[in-house]
């Protein structure tokens, strides 16, 4: 009805008066990404209401439908913000910022309840029917190019979860940061066994990080327990190659420099094949097949009372 | 530099420098040659940097001592040292090592 007042008179004046009126952008009128934001703005309630009842917001928000609107709305307010500036395909444009952590929520309450990443992806794609066919209405009844919309409010949905999917990852590689410097902290630790006999249990594999720390550690320990023999027990440890026999043997060497002996035990058959095998020189570690044997060893070489 | 019951105690007090590493090393040789000892114990408990001319320097003297009949120890070497030397691949495998001066002493008079 308005549209045909407008459209009468001056044609194609209409056009440009348009776009000048809800961003200012100066782009040329009703282009796809324009027509997206006005549709998001003026059909807000409408697609939040819509949004509310799909998976993302009706599975997260289970306590009343009213939170999920009220997050719907926060999204559809985003999207507009971005859509308005231009950045459809920018996944770091100003509006996704004010969702981010929003979204982050919302993922990790899926991810929780078990979805994965994939799934969580395509949770967030299916936003899309309710948007789409709202752009495409609000293309008819306002006369833009309507393909044009589309393509734009594809795009939008497709970095909307690129968005989201950058949080999930954000979340993982956060909880692995974590694990691992829980593991390096708890997986090393230095036994007294004896008045100046330390131990060191090695689990896992042994990489240059927890070699590392697990020298540091031994070092310390060296210091405060005035300890005469360290023993390297690697019954833990599934495999050794050239690698971790490099980390081993740098251990002793440090071990010995600081006026200590250094004991290897807990060689499998295997790994001692292996090791045979692989060429690999520990000439100048002592090693012992077990902890036990290492132990009787280290008394022995300490001259503690015999039978101890 | 002290001399006790035939060893000679060299306490590195301060950081050193390639002179007084130098300065060390004459010191060193000319005692253990005239007194005739039978060991010599670097302790480098307060020195916290040991750079490759040092550990050059440390087993120079190791195998300068050995041929004057004595034995070499350096004692109380600091974790950190330990691991920059290793890292570095400098593992002295020509030196002795002990945990303290008194370690050092003991060793000596054990052998």
Known sequence: ?308 | MLELDGVLLASVQTELTDATVVALQEDLLDRAAATGADGVVIDVSAVEIIDSYLARVLTEITLAVRMLAARTVVAGMRPAVAVTLVEMGLDLPEVETARSSAHALEMLARR
């Open chain 1, 1 to 308: 009805m308005n549209d045909g007042a407008w459209n009468t008179p001056v044609s194609p004046g209409d056009d440009s008066r348009r776009a000048a009126a809800p961003n200012g952008s100066g782009a040329r009128p009703h282009d796809g990404t324009a027509l997206v934001a006005e549709a998001l703005r003026s059909r807000r309630e409408q697609l939040a209401q819509r949004w509310a009842d799909a998976t993302p917001f009706r599975a997260v928000y289970v306590a009343g439908r009213d939170a999920a609107v009220g997050a719907a709305h926060r999204l559809v307010d985003a999207l507009a913000e971005v859509a308005g500036s231009g950045h459809c395909a920018d996944p770091s444009a100003p509006g996704f910022e004010r969702v981010r952590p929003q979204l982050a929520e919302m993922l990790a309450e899926r991810g929780a309840a078990g979805a994965t990443a994939a799934q969580l992806g395509a949770e967030v794609a299916e936003l899309r029917h309710a948007l789409l066919a709202l752009v495409r209405d609000h293309a008819s009844h306002e006369g833009g190019d309507a393909g044009d919309a589309v393509v734009a409010a594809m795009e939008l949905v497709g970095t909307l979860r690129l968005v989201a999917m950058e949080t999930v990852l954000d979340r993982d590689a956060g909880i692995i940061a974590r694990q691992r410097q829980e593991i390096l902290d708890t997986a090393t630790p230095v036994l007294r066994l004896w008045d100046g006999v330390l131990a060191v249990p090695l689990i896992g594999t042994l990489d240059s990080a927890r070699s590392q720390v697990m020298t540091e550690a031994l070092l310390e320990g060296i210091v405060e327990q005035r300890a005469e023999v360290a023993i390297l027990d690697i019954t833990g440890v599934p495999m050794v190659d050239t690698v971790v026999a490099q980390h081993l043997m740098r251990t002793a060497t440090a071990v010995r420099l600081m006026g200590a002996t250094c004991v290897l035990s807990g060689i499998r058959p295997q790994i001692a094949q292996t090791i045979a095998a692989l060429g690999i020189d520990l000439g100048g570690i002592r090693t012992r097949s077990t902890l036990a044997d290492a132990l009787a060893w280290a008394l022995r070489h300490i001259g503690a009372p015999a039978g101890g």
